[in-house]
């Protein structure tokens, strides 16, 4: 499937999506923006990650997305999200198309509730991560999850399995990898070459 197709199914994927909003208890939680890069790389679409720096007041050194709380002057969380990626990977916001939001997903060591928005990054940007919040930046084709390129593993966490997604420069974990893993769920779904190889 072209690459455009593909974006405009994801688009179409995600303002269908069933957020799963009573999943979890959202109680006393203090929501943050959260924005899922996608890329066309040399190897196909790409997953932008980061792995922050030990530096950081939340969630140091742990491989996630960027993002972060609201801050005055935001309009709404995806500005939010939009506004924490250009902060942390230098894209600004006209760098990126916003595709639509995933299921919100608090995480389990903080009291944060990630409200995630999928956006494209336009041909010709490139990200410049900011020594001070990104340690890694890690572009991952998202045809190499279905492709068993990827560490992947899931641990038992009250009635659900988290999933742990394995890369060189460490593990995603929580709800990050809640967050990719819907993500790859909706890919699944709309891509002709995952559907070719379940066959």
Known sequence: MPLDSTLESLRQGMAGLELRRSRWSLRGRVSAGVCVPLHE???????????????????AREVAFPGGRAEPGDLD????????TWE??????EDLEPLGPLSPVPTATSTFLLHPFVAVVR??????????????????????????????????FGEWNSPIFDFDAG??????????????????????VVAERAR
């Open 171 to 192: 593990s995603m974990y929580g709800a990050s990898a809640h967050i990719l893993e819907e993500l790859l769920g909706l890919y699944a779904g709309v891509s002709e």
């Open 41 to 59: 790389g040399a190897r196909g679409l790409e997953v932008l990650m980061i792995k922050r720096t030990g530096a950081m007041r939340h969630h």
């Open 77 to 84: 969380l995806l500005d939010t999200a939009l506004r924490e």
């Open 88 to 93: 942390e990977l230098g894209l600004k916001r």
């Open 123 to 156: 041909p010709g940007a490139e990200a410049v991560p900011h020594p001070g919040e990104v340690d890694v930046l890690i572009r991952m084709p998202v045809e190499d999850f279905f492709a068993g390129h990827i560490g992947y593993r899931a641990v038992a």
